[in-house]
């Protein structure tokens, strides 16, 4: 779906410690940003993983980013939590490019219209930080057709 939204104005910290500043983090000309809320999420972003690097291979204006959005009550566990998180990929280009959103989950559903936080959401971002399109859910080869052309019309 085609959206009018600017991606809101974040604090992340990516899984090796930088603090970053969203959506002026992100470097591409068109940016994935795949927003989990529920540790169960994991698997339908990686869903998206193998598709997102065939298609950044050849594009490199792409960029793509998890963002796992994780309430309130967990911030005192946030070194704990990323640590964790770190400990299990160890691959740096992905403790690069996931970025931890802690605090209020709001912040980031209301200036997005997410109503349901029981799927992932994916936003196109472009480089102004607009977001583009916007879709949910693990891959399927319709919402993939639905990103790519979204990708190209940028």
């Not at 927003?35 to 169960?40: I, K």
């Not at 963002?67 to 740096?92: C, F, H, Y």
């Not at 971002?125 to 399927?140: K, P």
Request: aromatic share 8%; proline share 4%; hydrophobic share 45%.
């Amino acid at each position: 779906m085609t959206t009018d939204l600017a991606f809101p104005k974040l604090n992340a910290r990516d899984l090796e410690g930088l603090d970053v500043s969203l959506p002026a983090a992100f470097r591409g000309e068109r940016n994935v940003v795949i927003v989990a809320f529920q540790r169960r999420h994991q698997t339908l972003v990686d869903s998206w993983i193998s598709w997102l690097e065939e298609r950044a291979a050849t594009d490199p204006g792409l960029r793509f980013y998890e963002l796992p959005t994780i309430g309130r009550l967990w911030v005192p566990a946030r070194n704990m939590i990323n640590g964790g998180m770190a400990a299990a990929i160890k691959d740096r280009v992905i403790l690069q490019r996931t970025l931890t959103v802690y605090g209020d989950v709001r912040r980031v559903t209301k200036p997005l219209g997410i109503k349901n936080r029981s799927n992932i959401v994916l936003c196109l971002v472009d480089a102004a930080g607009m977001v583009q399109w916007m879709g949910e859910g693990g891959f399927s080869r319709e919402t993939a057709l639905e990103l790519a052309a979204a990708l190209d019309a940028i």
